[in-house]
């Protein structure tokens, strides 16, 4: 399907990355050390592409896979259905590169930062979750660097992506560190350069800084994540996504564990996630125990929990009681569910 990888600069933050593009040229796969792999359709490249450049770069290194020879996933700005098409079939043997994970301008705005005091406090909890233990050092390169201060590679004011002058680039990352430093978060290696002879910006975590990331982790439930619980399968997926655009209407982002990043075992990283999100939506159309039991675990912390069901299905008498979204088809779900989130959530 793809030519042989070939070294070129990434599209995004332009490290020395590796590219294969399929046989007509319309798909690129890119191998990043900073942006991680993703793999585009060439129209994204396109003048009239949604992906905002900046964002989507500090997306990619701020949400990264790891390295997992055993589960290889990967980013596309392919459909959703393409990507689950996809995963079935990884999951049936046929691993050519990895599980796709669909990406799109929604999910990525949703999860940038829409002010400065946002920027700060994601920079700091990136910082702290690079430091392997506490008064250490985290040595980033320029395109990470750039990538994790929010920095700018490229302008969109005349309607086209033109990258701007390396001068400004080093400006407004000048810029964001002193506010960092400013505030007390960090503290900067201090030499004759910038960066190293080889090529890195040593950090580190002030006390002040370390306090902050105690507050962020904290109130972390007071972010943009919704949890959903329901059942998975091919046969729910329009459910799914109908939930998902209802919540990113809403102005959150939804997580789905069979999403996200993980290295523990399924269940606490599951609770971690529900305990970390805002709100929980719990789709009780199936009946399924295992959104019994999260909507519980939920309802246990105190979280704000928005039921939702097909209008044909009978509730359990131990939740019928509480307020619920009945739905009759998928369209249904995103107009009831975005004014139930901004009605009761905002």
């Not at 789905?256 to 009780?284: A, G, M, W």
């Not at 044909?312 to 009831?336: G, S, Y």
Request: a negative charge.
């Amino acid at each position: 399907m793809f030519n042989n990888p070939e070294k070129c600069d990434c599209i995004l933050c332009g490290a020395e990355a590796q590219k294969r593009t399929d046989f007509d040229a319309a798909t690129v796969f890119y191998e990043c050390p900073v942006c991680g792999h993703f793999e585009i359709q060439l129209p994204l490249n396109a003048p009239e592409v949604d992906f905002d450049y900046n964002h989507l770069a500090s997306y990619l290194l701020y949400n990264k896979f790891p390295d997992n020879i055993l589960e290889p996933r990967y980013y596309t700005n392919r459909s959703k259905e393409w990507c689950d098409k996809w995963k079935q079939k990884y999951d049936e043997g046929d691993q050519t590169h990895g599980r796709p994970v669909h990406l799109s301008r929604e999910i990525v705005e949703n999860w940038y930062p829409s002010t400065f005091a946002e920027k700060i406090d994601k920079i700091v909890l990136f910082l702290n979750d690079q430091i392997k233990h506490v008064g250490e050092k985290v040595a980033l390169g320029k395109e990470e660097l750039y990538s994790a201060l929010f920095v700018d590679r490229f302008d969109y004011s005349t309607g086209k992506r033109i990258n701007r002058d390396a001068k400004l680039i080093s400006a407004q990352s000048h810029y964001m560190l002193s506010c960092l430093e400013q505030k007390g978060y960090i503290e900067q290696w201090k030499g004759d350069q910038w960066f190293d002879k080889d090529g890195l910006l040593k950090l580190s975590l002030t006390p002040e800084g370390y306090s902050r990331v105690d507050i962020l982790q904290k109130n972390s439930a007071n972010g943009k994540n919704a949890f959903v619980a329901m059942q998975f399968g091919e046969d729910t997926n329009p459910v799914r996504e109908a939930i998902r655009e209802g919540i990113q209407k809403a102005g959150y982002i939804a997580i789905f564990i069979d999403e996200v990043q993980h290295n523990d075992y399924i269940t606490p990283e599951l609770l971690k996630y529900i305990k970390n999100s805002r709100f929980v939506v719990v789709d009780l159309t199936n009946k399924n125990n295992g959104a019994y039991f999260e909507e519980g675990y939920a309802m246990g912390l105190g979280k704000d929990v928005i039921q939702i069901c097909r209008n044909d299905v009978r509730l359990h008498f131990d939740v019928a009681q509480k307020n619920t979204i009945m739905w009759e088809n998928e369209k249904d779900i995103i107009e009831k569910l975005t004014n139930r989130i901004k009605a009761t959530i905002d």
